[in-house]
Each structure stands twice: as C-alpha cells, then as structure tokens.
C-alpha cells in the first residue's frame, strides 16, 4: 500500500472518530447500482433494518449503473472517502480482489465481528463466484441472475411446437422454421454475446474459459476460449446470421425490446428481466434453460450467474464493521430472503430460502422464477462452472465481443476470430497481473 | 493594419486584468493536461495501491500495438467525413438562407436549435431513426433493397455516427458560414450580376474567396470537434464497434481509462491525442491560412 493512502485511510478515520459523538448511531454508507422496483426493495431493506435495532443506521445511495458505481466507489477510495458498502456487479469481482487493503474479506468480517456465519448455508453455485479457492466468501451475494431462453410461445405454436427447444440443433431448426412463419428478419437472437456465447456456453458444456480454474486459482490465468467447443458453436452462429436465422442485437442488453416488441421468438437474456417481460409482452410467453450440445460429454453442466455482490471496503473502524456484518446477517434471513427472492425475480442466497420458496408452492405459480435456479444448481460446479475471474473482465468482454462481431459479419473465420480474441485478452490479462502485483 | 497601440503605464493594472483568465485557463487546462503527462509515465492499479513509474513503457505499449494505427486512420476518415460534410451542407444551406425570402429570419433560426442538442442526445435520435428493424429511416433502406445493418456491418456504422456527428455541427457552421456571407458587400456581388455572371460564377469567383476566412476558422473547429467531442455520439450507437470500426483515439482513451482503469495507458494516449490536435492544427494555421484571402 502506498504510504500516501495508509495516511489518507488514518486521517478519515480519525475525522469520523472526531466528528461522531459517543452513543450515537453509527451509520453506514451503501453505495448501489438499483434502480425502479429493485431500489424500492434496497430503501425497504435499509428501513427495516434500522427499525429493527437502534444501533446502526444504514444509509443507501444510488450511484448510477454498475460501471458507475464501481468507479465512483475507486475514485472514492482513491480520496479516503469509501462508502462501507459496495455492490459491484459480478464482472468487477477480479477488480475488488486484486484490490488487498482496499476491501475486507466479508469472512474475515463475520469472523471478527462473531456473528453467527455458516458459509454451507448459501447456495454453493452463487457463493462459489465470490468465495476463493478454499471456499472462503470475499463478498456477500445480493442479486443474482442467470441467463436464460426467454420464448415466444405463440410463435412456437405456429411451428408446432409445444416446448422450447432443448439443444443447439434443435434450436436451430426451430429459428429456420421461425423465420419462414412471420419472423423474416429474426429467428433467434441474445443480448450479452459474451456472456452467453462464451461464459455461459463454455460452464454450461464442462469446458474451460481459461486456465487456473478460470482465473479463480490465480492471476497468472491464459485464456481458452479457442476451443472446439467455442468455435464450432461460433461457426455456426455465423453460419445462422447469413439467413438471419441468428440475427445480431449488439453487445450489451438494448437489444432485449426485440423480444418483447415481438421481432424476434426467441430471445437469450438475464432471468432479471422477468419483470420487464411481464410489463411489455404483448404475446404467451416462458422461459427455458439455455440448450446444449448433445454430443458434449457432461451436458448440460450448470450455468454461472451473474448480478452483483456487496463488498466490504478497507480502512474502516471495527465497530462500523459490527454493523455491517450485523446488516448481512439480517440480510440471510430465511423469510427475508424468500421475500425478496418473490419480489424482485433474483435468486435466493440461501438454500433455506430456496426450499421455503419451493415449499410455498411459489414455483408451481411461477415457474419462470425457477428457471435459473435449476440451471444453477443443475449439477455440482466444477472447475470450470464455478464462475470466473478474469482481471478487467469489463474490458476484456468487449474486446472478445469485437471478434465475435467480425466473425458474424463473415470477415474472419470462427477459428481464426476467436484466437484472435484470446491473444488480445491474454494481453489484457497480463497488463492486469502487472499492476496488480507490485515487483 | 495600424501600428498604434494602446499600452498601459504600469505593470500591475494589466497583470491584474489577465489574472482571472489566466487562473482558469492554467486551473481548468494546465494543471489537467501536466497531470495526464505525469500518469503517462505511471503503471497503477484501479485503486492507485500500488504506483510504479515506468517512463516511456506506456508510450512503448502503444506504439508497438497495430491497433492503435488502424484506430489512428478510422479517427482520421472520421473526422474528414464529418468536417467535409458538415461544412458542405451548412455552406448550402447557408447560401440559400441569405437570399430575400419569406419567413427567412423562421429558416435561420430553426436551422440553428440542432446545435443545442446534446451529442448524447443525437446520438439517441440518430439510433431511433436508423436502428435495423425498428427505425423508420432503417426500415425504408431495407424496402429499398439496401440490408442495413449497422450492428455487424462496419460501414454502415461509420456512415451513421458521421451522419449524426455532422448533423450536430451543421449548425454551428451555418451560423458562421451566413454571418460571413452577410459581411460581403452586396454592391460586388451586383456588379457581377450587371456584368453578366451568373449565380454559380458569382458564388464561386466572388463570395466563396471572401469567405474563406471563416471557412479556415471553421475547418479547424470541425476537426478539433470530430477528435474531441463526438465521443458521446459514438458511445450512445455503437460503443466503437462493430470489432473496431468506429473507434477513434478518444473512444479508445475512454475505453482503455474509464472502462479498462487503465489510467496510464489511457493517459499516454490522451497526451498522444492532444499532440496530433495541436499538431493539426498548427499545420492548417501554417500552411492552409496562406491561401486564405482576408
């Protein structure tokens, strides 16, 4: 750590010690990156907790999009005035751990504040993403999401189909069939590319997306995305986008009013967007688990989540830390937890909250909901479904998502698009674990 | 030009009088640029724990990256595209609204409301009206035969934040283009027209000569603006791509600083940005401005 920033942390420390009077609440600051119904569900949270003890008093901000946030949280760090809490969106989680000194391990949190914490109680495929190699929890998991198939099923019907199909071949025929019933210029399309045609596609079929356990075990991680898997699945993406069989819709989420405006049948997004789904769908629709590779050994695998998880920033003072861990405690609740799992459509944490749901009879109403959560807990992760954590994934994402757009436009081989990708991210990758060691 | 000039007797009084100026311009322009100068030699992390000074490593990096010449030639096809025609159709219309007709002082006001609108904001518009599927303008091209799509076609994503960046500086260039021509003297202009020159000779051997100074001013500004200040516009339709074909060197800078916390990278290209910039225009005062007939 730079010495000018241990004196920076000692100085803001010593003004809060200071400025706070003896006996009063504490509070802390929540940095986060909700907005509509999920920022009422952050404010609720942060209300009742402060009902519900005199102690603390948890104060949340929003601090725009998730990119957003992360980089007003570091340029805050950079100033000594770091917010307690942090959401920070699963992509940014080899950021934050490459940051020692900046955030607090919330293991290490819970340990020292002594409350109770039994990392076995939280849904391994959730926690894995956040936790180090030997299982221990960096950060706490607040929303989570996973991608999923979001159909048409009227359009399905028109084909004769009375489910959503259940490989990548049989997806493909139904998206050619697709377009010769009403839907010339889209059979299928995605928004997240990478997410899906890579990270999701790469855990969903037990093959790895870089080496070291993708990145989990350690900096020094290569990428692998120019597998067989990837490449014969991108050659016949490309193969698809000719006819518009497969239509492009852009890197990021904008594409997803394609789907609910009717343009397209079938759709690939975040389970998250269950609620826009609900308000804009004009037409039957579900949901279904992402399709595989038939002749994959091992498919379907599971899937990985995405989302954001709180982080514990560094420099704090221990009693502060006892409010915090006091906070994710609360926030473990079983009832709690099952709560807000119904009313914001993310996934439960906890594997008590998921069987309360199921108990409930929540899923035979909304089988929608349970989705992602059988996709994620489709099978014990492995090495290579236990998330990742690739330095400057922001980044990274875009850059693959260029030579993904390259091959799609028939400019470069799938073969030849994806090494390409893999070289330039290795690049990354290295100028990552320059900077965040220090010689 | 006279030789008189009016100076003050002491030393305090204008000192003084620059002061404010000189504050904010060494504030707000120095004290930034001396900054991006210095974390051009550093290697940090996001969070600035640990900072390593590197001399020219950055410089080093970028210079040896292919990348960055192809970024360096599509930020250059960009910014001729879009001061080439911003300028040419704010000449015409400006041409055209300096005539005697009615309702022109309606025209000339209209014309120049674009420039309020924020890059951010065409950006948007521009993505309404050209985005495959639902755009109108998007959808008429596909009647017409034309298979629009700028998600993978890198063409026609160049074409679309050169039509959106051009469109948004029209109107800065028509107020200058039509405050230039309103300065030309209508007596040269009718004597030519006694003398039988018609409308396109007068235009061309009279008023655009008598122009060019504005034009000069105005090419500068255009290429200053399609280096610096379109990043919004490509931000908002196609984040650079499709793989890298709209991304000029201050989208990278972003991309590499904001989004890659990069900061000593992004800071040598800034630097290398602000060279080319200054470079530039140097080279248009000095060689284009003597051509130009004040």
Request: charged share 15%; net charge neutral.
């Amino acid at each position: 750590m730079a010495p000018t920033t241990t004196i920076r942390i000692t100085l803001a420390a010593l003004g809060l010690a200071a400025a706070s009077p003896a006996l009063a609440v504490t509070e802390l600051q929540w940095w986060h990156a909700m907005t509509g119904a999920n920022n009422d569900a952050v404010n609720r949270l942060a209300e009742e907790f402060n009902a519900a003890q005199g102690d603390y008093k948890v104060v949340p901000t929003y601090k725009g999009n998730y990119g957003e946030t992360l980089n007003a949280g570091i340029a805050a760090f950079r100033a000594g005035t770091a917010p307690h809490i942090m959401q920070v969106f699963e992509v940014g989680t080899a950021t934050m751990m490459g940051a020692k000194g900046a955030v607090k391990p919330v293991y290490q949190l819970m340990k020292e504040a002594g409350e109770p914490f039994d990392p076995n109680a939280y849904l391994p495929a959730i926690t894995g993403y956040y936790s180090t190699s030997k299982g221990e929890m960096l950060s706490f998991p607040f929303n989570s999401s996973s991608m999923v198939m979001w159909v048409n099923k009227d359009a399905l019907k028109k084909i004769g189909l009375g489910e959503a199909p259940r490989t990548w071949p049989e997806l493909f025929a139904a998206a050619k069939a697709l377009k010769g019933a009403g839907f010339p210029n889209c059979g299928f399309s995605n928004t997240w590319v990478t997410w899906l045609h890579l990270e999701q596609l790469s855990a969903w079929h037990n093959v790895p997306l870089a080496t070291r356990a993708n990145g989990m075990d350690g900096l020094d991680t290569t990428l692998e995305i120019n597998g067989p898997l990837q490449v014969r699945h991108l050659a016949n993406l490309a193969e698809a986008q000719k006819d518009k069989t497969f239509d492009y819709s852009g890197r990021y989420d904008s594409g997803f009013g394609r789907f609910t405006a009717g343009e397209c049948p079938i759709m690939f997004g975040s389970s998250g967007s269950y609620g826009n789904v609900k308000g804009a769908a004009k037409f039957d629709w579900g949901s279904a688990p992402m399709p595989y590779y038939p002749d994959a050994p091992g498919a379907p695998q599971n899937s990985i989540i995405g989302g954001a998880s709180l982080w514990v920033m560094g420099g704090k003072k221990p009693d502060e830390y006892k409010g915090v861990a006091r906070f994710f405690t609360f926030l473990s609740d079983t009832n709690r937890q099952a709560a807000l799992h119904q009313s914001t459509g993310y996934m439960p944490i906890t594997k008590a909250a998921y069987e309360k749901s199921k108990a409930d009879g929540f899923y035979d109403r909304n089988p929608v909901l349970e989705v992602p959560l059988k996709e994620l807990t489709n099978k014990p992760p492995t090495e290579n479904s236990r998330g990742l954590r690739l330095g400057n994934l922001t980044q990274m994402r875009d850059v693959w998502a260029e030579e993904i757009e390259a091959a799609l436009a028939g400019k470069k081989a799938a073969q030849q698009a994806l090494d390409e990708a893999a070289t330039r991210g290795n690049a990354m990758l290295r100028q990552f674990e320059k900077q965040a060691t220090p010689r | 030009m006279s030789t008189d000039r009016v100076t003050f007797g002491g030393r305090l009084l204008p000192a003084a009088l620059i002061a404010p100026q000189l504050t904010i311009v060494g504030l707000f322009f120095y004290w930034p640029a001396l900054q991006a100068v210095w974390q051009s030699f550093q290697m940090q992390d996001a969070f600035g724990l640990s900072t390593e000074f590197v001399w020219l490593e950055n410089y080093r990096a970028l210079f040896t990256d292919p990348g960055y010449y192809r970024t360096l030639g599509t930020t250059l096809v960009f910014a001729a595209a879009v001061a080439g025609l911003s300028l040419g159709f704010a000449l015409l219309l400006a041409a055209m609204a300096d005539r005697e007709i009615r309702a022109g002082g309606l025209y000339r006001t209209l014309l120049i409301w674009p420039y309020a609108v924020a890059p951010a904001v065409a950006g948007v518009l521009f993505g309404f009206l050209f985005q495959p599927g639902l755009g109108i303008v998007a959808r008429g091209l596909n009647d017409l035969g034309v298979p629009w799509n700028p998600l993978l076609n890198g063409d026609h994503a160049m074409i679309l934040v050169v039509l959106a960046a051009a469109w948004k500086q029209i109107s800065y260039n028509f107020l200058f283009f039509l405050a230039g021509l309103q300065a030309i003297p209508a007596s040269v202009i009718e004597a030519a027209a006694i003398d039988g020159a018609g409308p396109a000779r007068r235009f061309w051997t009279i008023v655009f000569p008598l122009l060019s100074p504005t034009t000069f001013f105005l090419m500068v500004v255009n290429v200053v603006y399609a280096f610096c200040e379109t990043f919004g516009i490509i931000d908002v339709l196609t984040h650079g791509g499709p793989g890298r074909a709209t991304q000029t060197l201050v989208y990278k800078v972003y991309q590499d600083g904001r989004i890659g916390a990069d900061l000593g990278g992004s800071a040598a290209q800034s630097v290398v940005l602000m060279a080319i910039v200054i470079g530039l225009t140097a080279i248009q005062f000095r060689y284009v401005e003597r051509r130009v007939a004040y």
